[in-house]
């Protein structure tokens, strides 16, 4: 099994909290595309013949791409690996991006997944954050999406939002709900280096929540969101049964996957690549054909570490019978305390986060590190 991501770094403009490799430069979208599947061909046998069942087109944002470009780059990672195995096609767009006509188009192509990037149903926050869209766009997409037959829908909303009420993120969620999304990620919000979001905290123009307000939001969204019969499968991640994202839990279960686009990261199981973030830079290697991308080798320790900050992001946890003796032995020593003051729970041999603690999830973690 493997994954194959398709970074798509263009966005119409930036949000002003926006840390992700993007670009303004849509005008360079034909030739980015005739990149991307350069990159495929050249790297077909990154994966050594492995199916890939998922593909996934983030970015950026995706659905700046028209139909007949992402069709483009799903024929091509089709002619080079198949498609016998592919169960989960997922595009990201952006709400105002989207038409009947857009999706139906996508789906057309073997899209069966769509990650709508909301981030708030809330006008004043949505202006607030640089988002292109509004509260109406956004549910509109949601429903324009089911019409067109997508029937796995999943949303992304953040929380800590400078000025977001508990009773804003309340409503963001319930309106998520009451779309009938099959998936809702939710992430905290994030100051990034050099962003305009951060100039404006460290000018005083703009005040974070607390981490105090950040954990009571992501208590109450736990509660809300499993009374409205979500699974919370990930740290960030909640979905109906049997709707997790398929390509998202191939990161957390260690499943191979090969990036593809500039700034995108690979993983084979003993080393992680990743190519330029660089636009001009990705574009040109690709089109003389000799893929420029740095690579670290993973030690013993590095896989140990990425084992155990990978699958204790999850509700699964991570299995201790996958540890060598060695491992386990020591792990076990260093959970001794947060076993004691219930930080980490030990079950049927794996060891996990529980719901209660996994706000604080980055702290239990590293504590585990070598
Ligand atoms: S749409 Fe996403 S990638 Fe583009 S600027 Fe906004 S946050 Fe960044």
């Known amino acids: 099994m493997a994954g194959i991501y398709v970074h798509i770094p263009f966005c119409a403009r930036r949000c002003i909290y926006c840390g992700f490799f993007s670009t303004v430069r849509e005008e360079e979208a034909v030739r980015y595309v005739d990149a991307l599947c350069s990159e495929i061909r050249l790297r077909r046998d990154y994966l050594a ?22 069709e483009k780059v799903i024929d091509c990672i089709c002619s080079v690996h198949g498609t016998d195995s592919l169960t989960e096609l997922t595009v990201e767009c952006n709400p105002d991006d989207v038409t009947l ?37 956004a549910v509109e997409a949601v429903r324009t999406c089911r019409k067109a037959g997508i029937e796995n829908i999943s949303v992304d909303l953040m929380y800590g939002l ?52 950040c954990a009571d939001m992501y208590a109450r969204m736990c509660i809300l969101l499993r009374n409205a019969g979500f699974r919370h499968y990930e740290i960030s991640n909640f979905c109906r049964p049997g709707y997790h994202s398929r390509h ?11 990036g593809i686009g500039a700034g995108a990261h690979s993983y084979d199981t003993c080393s992680r690549q990743w190519n330029p973030d660089d636009l001009d830079a990705y574009m040109t290697a690709m089109e003389q054909g000799h893929p420029r991308f740095e690579t670290e080798r993973l030690s013993g320790t590095d896989l140990y570490n990425e084992l155990v ?21 020591y792990v076990l020593k260093a959970a001794d305390n947060l076993l004691s003051n ?29």
């Open 162 to 213: 400078p000025g977001q009420t508990d009773g804003i993120q309340q409503q963001d969620l319930e309106t998520a709900v009451a779309l009938g999304v099959e998936h809702i990620s939710s992430y905290c919000l994030s100051y990034e280096e050099g962003s305009p979001l951060e100039r404006m905290r460290k000018d005083g123009l703009t005040l974070p929540a607390d981490d105090g307000t």
């Open 309 to 329: 900050m990978l699958r204790l992001r999850t509700a699964r946890g991570l299995d201790l019978s996958a540890l060598s003796a060695t491992d386990r032995r």
């Open 248 to 258: 998202n839990s191939s990161y957390w279960d260690g499943t191979p996957y090969l």
């Open 101 to 137: 006509a857009y999706i139906n188009a996508l789906r057309s192509f073997g899209v069966n997944r769509i990650s709508m990037g909301v981030q708030t149903f809330n006008d004043g926050l949505l202006r607030f954050l640089g988002r292109r869209h509004t509260s109406l766009q």
């Open 49 to 70: 013949g492995a199916p890939v069942t998922t593909v996934y087109f983030g970015g950026g944002t995706p659905s700046r791409l028209t139909p007949a470009q992402i």
């Open 342 to 370: 219930g930080s980490l729970v030990l079950e049927n041999c794996r060891l996990r986060i529980p719901e209660s603690r996994m706000f604080v999830s980055d702290t239990i973690i590293s504590s585990l590190f070598r």
